[in-house]
């Protein structure tokens, strides 16, 4: 969804997460972020709701950096930037 966050579906209803405001800088690998964050989240036995909540913070976190690969922010990142 972008600047709008992110939307999980499942069989009991829908979530929204909102993203939180962020200076977007280049939004090339925001999706890969997304994805990889989440998969990361929940491979480390997070909820798929707080693996994608977390996952919408990690893209945000990456469209504030320019470039793709080397632009993608690390886990530390990710809580130092939205710590609170």
Known sequence: LGVRGGLLSQ???YREFTAPAVSVRDSTGAGDCFNGALAAELAHGA???DACAFA???AS???ER???ALA????ADIRIRFAG
């Not at 993608?72 to 886990?75: A, F, I, Q, S």
């Open 11 to 13: 069989d009991n209803g």
């Open 47 to 49: 909820s798929l709701p």
């Open 66 to 68: 320019a470039g793709a």
């Open 72 to 75: 993608m922010p690390t886990r």
């Open 61 to 63: 976190c990456k469209v």
């Open 56 to 58: 919408v913070q990690a």
